[in-house]
């Protein structure tokens, strides 16, 4: 299976976004964002829309990781077809405790992208967690 120049585009620009997650650059974590997004992140609110309400969003999620983000894609699938695409996977997400110990549980992404100017922006992101219908407890212990 060959991989389309759309895909080899959207992996550089998921592993930009990775490694600004992982150092705490919003500027550069949300430069991969269209200004029109729409995002249903895993805490805080239903939905964010907009790439201002996203941008402080992070602002805020960082505050909760003053010792560094953790992050890794598994499983990352792509789809392209014209200026629109789609990717999805599961992904280790967290931070480090003041002992430096991992603070972590696996998530679900989904992201979709349209090609505007020449880059691949993120339009839709959707970041969740399984949860146990009878408890209504999230699942951060969910492995893959």
């Keep these: 299976m060959s991989t389309s120049n759309e895909e080899i585009e959207i992996r550089a620009s998921i592993e930009q976004w990775e490694a600004a997650m992982r150092t705490g650059k919003v500027d550069e974590i949300v ?3 269209a200004d029109n997004l729409v995002a249903y992140d895993a805490v805080m609110k239903l939905q964010f829309v907009g790439k201002k309400a ?3 969003h992070w602002h805020a999620c960082m505050e909760f990781a003053p010792h560094g ?3 890794e894609a598994r499983d990352l699938v792509i789809h392209t077809e014209g200026s629109i695409a789609f990717s999805y996977n599961l992904a280790r997400c967290g931070g480090y405790d003041d002992q430096g110990n991992e603070q972590f549980s696996w998530m679900r992404v989904t992201r979709g ?3 505007m100017n020449g880059q691949w922006l ?3 992101e959707h970041f969740s967690s399984p949860f146990d219908m009878e ?3 999230v ?3 969910a492995t893959p």
């Design 139 to 141: 699942l951060f212990d």
């Design 113 to 115: 992208y349209r090609k």
């Design 135 to 137: 408890s209504g407890k």
């Design 54 to 56: 996203y941008t402080d």
């Design 69 to 71: 983000m953790i992050y």
């Design 31 to 33: 430069k991969h964002y």
């Design 122 to 124: 993120v339009i839709h």
